[in-house]
């Protein structure tokens, strides 16, 4: 268990539509990072906030948002989904900046367009 | 950018051993490797800091040649537990420090 927490496991929901992942760093850790993983593909990285401040924006879609609340918990918002958007979406944490510091992986939401 | 690692796919035999190497046209501060098993999350293998500090796994090591940009994940008397796919991440030196961007993994198959 890494210590991260992400909600839902799984989702289904319609073109269109507009959906929330939730994410909660492990204990103490300040950075939120949001990433993409279709089916066999790699991580693209999304977006990442520091502290509750953006820091990096990756290739995340207009269509896409997030958000890192004071009690640094954070949110991807997914909007106007398209087929194209299922996939597993990871949050991941770390204790301080990226660069000397071992990112924490949740387990991931799987979400299903249909 | 992300960083390119090569090979794409390996299959080795228990006891045998794998490098999987990983490059990137950017200046880097570090080398991050994960591993990930089928419909699981992606976890932490070792990091490699500009300088040559190296933190992770005790039986996996790595290298990094900061002047060339690439790093070599070094894979010894594989077990089957070393099954996955593994990912090579970087960050960038400078402005793009915060952002830990992956390459598109290898798939490490090993069999008995």
């Known amino acids: 268990d890494s210590g991260v927490t992400q909600t839902p496991k799984h989702l289904i929901t319609a073109t269109g539509q507009r959906v929330t992942l939730r994410c909660s760093p492990r204990?103490?850790?300040?950075?939120v990072y949001w990433y993409q993983q279709s089916l066999d593909q790699g991580l693209q990285f999304l977006i990442q906030?520091?502290?509750?401040?953006?820091?990096a924006k990756g290739n995340i879609l207009e269509r896409f948002s997030a958000q890192q609340f004071p009690d640094l918990h954070s949110e991807l918002n997914l909007s106007s989904l398209e087929l194209g958007d299922s996939a597993l979406y990871f949050c991941?944490?770390?204790?301080?900046?990226?660069?000397?510091?071992?990112?924490?992986f949740g387990q991931g939401t799987r979400l299903t367009v249909v | 950018q992300q960083p390119v690692q090569s090979p794409q796919a390996v299959i080795l035999r228990e006891g045998e051993d794998a490098v999987i190497n990983c490059s990137s046209s950017?200046?880097?501060?570090?080398v991050h490797w994960y591993r990930q098993k089928h419909g699981e999350a992606p976890v932490f293998l070792m990091i490699?800091?500009?300088?040559?500090e190296q933190k992770g796994h005790e039986k996996i090591s790595a290298s990094f040649n900061e002047k060339k940009q690439q790093s070599s994940l070094y894979l010894t008397a594989s077990q089957l537990s070393y099954s996955g796919t593994y990912f090579c991440?970087?960050?960038?030196?400078?402005?793009?420090?915060?952002?830990?961007?992956f390459g598109k993994g290898t798939k490490l198959s090993v069999i008995p």
């Open positions: 950017k200046a880097l501060y570090s």
């Open positions: 490699l800091l500009k300088g040559g």
């Open positions: 991440g970087t960050v960038a030196s400078g402005a793009g420090s915060y952002q830990l961007t």
């Open positions: 991941a944490s770390s204790g301080g900046r990226v660069r000397n510091t071992e990112a924490f």
């Open positions: 906030y520091y502290n509750g401040e953006e820091r």
């Open positions: 204990s103490g850790d300040l950075s």
